[in-house]
């Protein structure tokens, strides 16, 4: 449980780099595809099912064909899927048309694959051939699977530093994918003079012109990009992919007076996205359920679209999942039969009381916990506890003890118990920021100093959260096995160096049939 004031230090000492480690993985094919600008924001997968997944690209088949112009021609785009990396055995193929209704995205279901398999595709177009992407096929439903690993990752501000989290779990060859728990990207406003890395485009988003930028501006990080070549991605979006604190009918952030109708922003928020990220969605649905064989369900919450206001005093009208994805969620708590119930959570479930603190402290840790300063931070799942009720019951009562809530959004690192009268009925891990402020930053102080207090004033407030850490940043990477789910934190060394050291910080786990949170040895 490493807490010292030196721990950067000793992470730059420790010389294990991010990029050092993700150098381990070259592209195959890469120098035909990586100098073509027809490829030039790489390639993706993701949603990995038994027999299929999803693969993803985009063309620039023109010099004017730039993301978000709307212009540039209708193009052919071929992709195949094969067992080797020279492509000499190809299992899969096909080809599909894409233009500037789509931002010349590319998205194809490779089917008819084989379960637990490790593939290689590329895509072609104009005679010119992208880079060469790896991915992986879920088990089979009815396997008995030993076990299984994912990347853990949440908010990732490009203004303010480097995605070597990213590149540490690319550098990883022992990963099934990477789930990515929201704010994949920051829509805010940036501030260039202050900013590490300047954004595209230079201006808080509100258009869909605006939004295809930013996500184009995303893919051209380099550890970004070596992470969706090397590994299938799972994702869900939180409220940055749309704007601040987002809610069904309106954003704090958000002024209708001058940034038009709330519901066109959203529907251009989300149109990028579905064009942009290598995810399964039907319609605006985003919520979905992926089986890992008889080991695990992975269920991919939406906490942002059906949702009713932050309300000030809480209501039981109130709904952070909406009546029809609630009814989705209960029944597959009620019926699931895998040995663990994974969730994919943006916002956190467990219980938290906001402890008294000095004015400063106070502060920072409203403005990480998305500026409530209230004794509970109406955001998460503790402004709507009637939605958070119903799911405790079912998982007490339906037999489903066995459940792990995988959660983002808050800038740093927890291990709780999910309390339900007084008893744990699940635990909830939650991974740190890719590089979003947390409480050093807001602070202006060195890590590990202004944090101490209010990590234990949280601490003595909420027994029931056994582990909290609020300077780092990093990945995290979850372990599956039939008897136990253990999460280890890794911590970057500085999130403004893209070369920096990412290093083992912590681990925690749970026990089938005893759903508490135990520390684990490294």
């Known amino acids: 449980m490493t807490s010292s004031v030196s721990r950067r230090s000793v992470l730059r000492a420790a010389g294990v780099t991010a990029a050092g480690t993700a150098a381990t993985f070259t592209l195959s094919g890469a120098s035909s595809g990586a100098e073509a600008p027809v490829f030039a924001h790489g390639v993706a997968s993701g949603d ?129 994918a990477f789930i990515h728990l929201g704010d994949y990207l920051y829509e805010g406003n940036p501030n260039p003079a202050g900013d590490l890395r300047p954004s595209v485009p230079p201006n808080e988003l509100i258009t869909l012109a605006d939004y295809r930028q930013r996500h184009a501006m995303y893919k051209t990080d380099e550890h970004l990009r070596r992470l969706h070549a090397r590994h299938p991605m799972i994702a869900t979006w939180d409220d940055h992919e749309a704007a601040d ?13 001058t940034e038009g109708d709330w519901a066109d922003r959203m529907r251009a ?28 369900d992975l269920t991919m919450l939406d906490l942002r679209t059906y949702r009713t206001r932050q309300p000030g005093p809480v209501s039981t009208e109130d709904t952070i999942l909406g009546a029809d ?75 489903r003890g066995n459940t792990v809530f995988l959660t983002g959004d808050v800038h740093s690192s927890w291990a709780n118990d999910v309390p339900r009268d007084g008893a744990s009925v699940a635990v909830e891990f939650v991974c740190p920021s890719v590089t979003s402020d947390n409480i050093d930053e807001q602070l202006g102080v060195p890590p590990r100093t202004g944090s101490l207090k209010v ?9 029931h959260v056994r582990f909290v850490e609020l ?52």
């Open 48 to 176: 990995p099912m038994p027999d299929s997944v999803l693969l993803w690209t985009r063309v620039t088949p023109s010099p004017e064909a730039v993301p978000g112009s709307g212009k540039g021609v209708t193009v052919d785009v071929r992709w195949e899927v094969a067992e080797d990396a020279g492509f000499t055995r190809v299992v899969a193929r096909g080809h599909l048309r894409t233009g500037p209704e789509r931002d010349h995205t590319v998205k194809a279901t490779a089917g008819g694959l084989c379960a637990s398999t490790g593939y290689w595709y590329r895509f072609t177009s104009q005679g010119k051939v992208s880079q060469t992407g790896r991915t992986r096929t879920a088990p089979p439903r009815d396997e008995d699977v030993e076990s299984l690993r994912f990347g853990v990752v949440s908010c990732a501000n490009w203004a303010v530093g480097h995605f070597a989290p990213y590149g540490y779990l690319s550098g990883r060859d022992d990963l099934d």
């Open 245 to 257: 604190n987002a809610w069904s009918g309106g954003s704090p952030s958000h002024d209708p007076a």
């Open 269 to 296: 928020a989300h149109q990028a996205y579905f064009e942009w990220m290598p995810v399964r969605h039907r319609g605006d649905r985003l919520y979905r359920r992926l089986k890992f064989g008889k080991l695990a």
């Open 325 to 399: 994805q609630r009814q989705w969620f209960l029944d597959g708590l009620a019926r699931g039969t895998a040995s663990w119930n994974l969730i994919g959570n943006s916002v956190m479930v467990t219980p938290i009381k906001i402890p008294a603190l000095p004015t400063r402290e106070r502060l920072a840790l409203d403005d990480l916990l998305d500026g409530q300063p209230t004794t509970v931070n109406t955001d998460q799942w503790d402004g709507y506890t009637a939605d958070r009720r119903r799911v405790l019951d079912t998982i007490a009562t339906r037999g």
């Open 455 to 463: 990590e234990a004033a949280i601490r003595a407030l909420n027994p």
């Open 471 to 522: 300077d780092s940043h990093g990945p995290a990477v979850l372990e599956v096995t039939p008897d136990a789910v253990r999460m280890n934190w890794y911590y970057v060394a500085d999130r403004r160096d893209p070369a920096t050291a990412v290093m083992f910080a912590h681990a925690f786990r749970t026990v089938a049939g005893d759903p508490r949170v135990r520390p684990a040895e490294r």
